[in-house]
């Protein structure tokens, strides 16, 4: 197991994002796409170039999946649509679940390696715990599968696919359950790292190929490697407190894309974090692993 050492972010794209997040390398275009969920915008990034491009839409992206047909699945404020291609209508795909609650809006989510897309939502007022985590399948399907939630955040799944993780941010615990990839259950549920509090909450997630889970720790000011045991194996600081999801790319995906938000800072906190909404990057030992896509017949 590779053990701490210093890495040292440097910008990759000063984005001045309100919300920036769920960053997926797209290996094929060497292309990282991320969302501003707080600007209903989807971006793709060419960082060898510096050009970004920017798609809006009329609701907010929390997450999306690249697609195996092509396009992308997006998990949207109401539910899923897919993209057909960049320039595209997104086409709404399964049942609109939350078209008639305000309050939600899908969040976080991750393709598992049988091409089945998981996605969590969050309460955007914060004044229920009725987030949950659901599972999409192929056929438009949508089953929720744990509920109980303000935040559902960090989904990654180990190399094998037998090993499932998330969070409920606000409880500042990465949990882990096992995870049964021929009938998509979960079971097992435990905590990974419980996070103290005040000192970062647990935010979007990855995982490398040594099965390490990196998350990013919003208000924080870091990134964190955790061993399989749930140890911290290394911490990576950034100039910003609210790092929101990190993932791996370049074509040896050993370069890590962290974005980041500049939301809910006050002028002041934001005069002295010039950078925050950035997205940042640093090389890292041990490469992550390829973003599966979402399998549809």
Same mark, same amino acid.
Request: charged share 25%; glycine share 10%; net charge negative.
């Given at each position: ?28 275009? *060497? &292309? ?10 989807? *971006? ?13 839409? *009329? ?33 709404? =795909? ?6 008639? &609650? ?32 659901? &599972? ?27 090993? =499932? ?6 409880? *500042? ?35 490398? !190929? !040594? ?30 407190? &609210? ?23 006050? !002028? ?30």
């Amino acid at each position: 197991m590779t053990q701490s050492k210093t890495f040292l972010p440097k910008v990759a794209f000063d984005a001045c994002a309100l919300l920036g997040e769920g960053p997926r390398w797209h290996g094929a275009e *060497h &292309r990282l796409y991320w969302v501003d969920i707080a600007a209903n915008t989807l *971006h793709r990034f060419d960082p060898t170039t510096g050009m970004n491009e920017t798609r809006l839409f *009329h609701a907010p992206v929390g997450c999306f999946a690249f697609d195996a047909k092509g396009g992308l699945l997006l998990a949207m404020k109401d539910g899923f649509a897919t993209l057909a291609d960049w320039d595209a209508d997104p086409v709404p =795909f399964g049942d609109q679940i939350f078209a008639d &609650r305000p309050d939600i809006r899908f969040n976080d989510g991750r393709t598992d390696p049988q091409g089945r897309f998981w996605a969590g939502s969050v309460n955007m007022t914060k004044s229920a715990q009725d987030a949950a985590l659901y &599972r999409l399948d192929g056929d438009g399907t949508i089953k929720e599968i744990e509920s109980g939630m303000l935040t559902c955040n960090g989904a990654a799944f180990s190399a094998d696919g037998r090993r =499932f993780y998330h969070s409920d941010t606000p409880t *500042h615990a990465a949990r882990a359950y096992d995870y049964d990839p021929d009938t998509g259950t979960l079971s097992g549920r435990r905590i990974l790292h419980q996070f103290p509090l005040g000192k970062g909450r647990p935010d979007g997630g990855s995982v490398d !190929e !040594e099965g390490c889970y990196w998350t990013a720790l919003f208000d924080g000011g870091r990134v964190v490697r955790l061993a399989p045991d749930g140890a911290i194996l290394m911490e990576v600081a950034l100039p910003v407190t &609210r790092p929101t999801m990190i993932a791996f790319g370049e074509d040896d995906r050993r370069t890590a894309f962290v974005t980041t938000a500049r939301t809910g800072l006050t !002028e002041a906190q934001l005069t002295t974090q010039p950078l925050a909404g950035a997205i940042f990057s640093f090389r890292v030992d041990v490469p992550g692993l390829p973003e599966w896509p979402f399998a549809r017949p």
